[in-house]
């Protein structure tokens, strides 16, 4: 799935999370729009894939689900 149909998705249910991801061209630009919305980013992991591919696990910050970026 495409970075594009995972915002699409995620704007169904989460839109103004979705609008600010949506926004971000890196990583760094990602953690800090979170970070703006009370992410709790000290809680976050990281899952490596592969060698090339990691996804980067954050709580939401009632802490009852998380959302997961993809980082190759």
Same mark, same amino acid.
């Given at each position: 799935? =495409?970075? #594009? ?5 995620l704007s ?6 979705? *609008?600010?991801?949506? @926004? !971000?061209? #890196? &990583?760094? *630009? =990602?953690?800090r729009? &979170? ?5 709790? &980013? =000290? @809680?976050?992991?990281?899952? =490596? @894939? ?6 980067? !696990?954050? $709580?939401? $910050?009632?802490?009852q689900?998380?959302?997961v970026?993809?980082?190759?």
């Open positions: 799935m =495409a970075f #594009n149909d995972d915002v699409h998705v169904i249910r989460y839109p103004s999370l979705a *609008k600010g991801l949506g @926004q !971000c061209v #890196n &990583l760094d *630009k =990602a953690f729009f &979170l970070e703006s919305e009370n992410f709790p &980013l =000290a @809680q976050m992991d990281v899952i =490596a @894939q592969d060698e090339f591919s990691h996804d980067v !696990c954050v $709580p939401f $910050p009632d802490n689900a998380f959302i970026i993809g980082a190759t």
